[in-house]
């Protein structure tokens, strides 16, 4: 985001605060588009990324008075819509965001884990459910900032460079948290992917 853009919505930000409903409209419009693909990238489902997004809107209004300026507005955007989905998941049914061979061998990985098509076969489809449902254990225990920027990275198929313009931090800083997360990640699932022993 241009510094023009981060000026405007500061604005719209303290218009807001001072009573201004319609200084939220504009904020909404501005980047209502974004937020919805990040959402859809995340649940695969337009009916489920609309609730997120829903829930997201009205948890942005209901703090936004409160808001101070630590972070940049869409970093701090990304962390509710971030904390809505996980809440929608939690009560619903485990989803697969992510392939195993996406997260374990983006830039820094080097595994490769060859994974059964799970097209009929009950077996594979069951494995595979329980290889989804402890993907999703892993990325739940990732502290929030390394999760926005891994799921940035993987289910929103941002760059570095765009991801670092979008939470206003330095390049270093993305590569770092997802680095971490990644290495958290194989760590987690490494024990559960090994032969089991007869």
């Known amino acids: 985001m241009a510094s023009e853009d981060r000026i ?18 504009e904020l ?3 980047h209502m588009r974004w937020v919805y693909n990040f959402a859809f990238h995340l649940t695969h489902d337009r009916d489920e990324a609309s609730d997120v997004v829903s829930n997201t809107l009205i948890r942005v209004s209901n703090s936004l008075k409160r808001f101070r300026g630590d972070s940049s ?6 962390r509710i819509e971030v904390n809505c989905f996980l809440d929608i998941r939690r009560k619903s049914r485990p989803i697969s965001i992510l392939s195993l061979d996406a997260v374990l061998c983006g ?4 595994i490769i884990l060859n994974i059964a098509d799970d097209k009929n076969n009950p ?20 502290p929030v900032d ?13 760059s570095y460079e765009e991801i ?10 993305v590569k770092s ?15 559960n992917m090994m032969p089991s022993k007869t």
């Open 123 to 142: 077996h594979d489809q069951l494995e595979r459910h329980e290889r989804s449902r402890k993907l999703d254990k892993a990325i739940l225990r990732l």
């Open 164 to 173: 670092a313009d979008k939470l206003d931090i330095p390049i270093g800083t």
């Open 177 to 191: 948290r997802i680095h971490r997360a990644r290495s958290q990640i194989k760590t987690s699932l490494m024990p």
């Open 107 to 110: 830039r820094e990985g080097s």
């Open 8 to 25: 405007a919505d500061s604005s719209n930000i303290r218009r807001f605060q001072g009573g201004d409903e319609d200084a939220f409209d």
């Open 73 to 78: 507005f869409t970093s701090w955007v990304y």
């Open 146 to 158: 390394q999760r926005i920027s891994f799921m940035l990275s993987q289910a929103d198929e941002m």
């Open 28 to 30: 909404v419009r501005k």
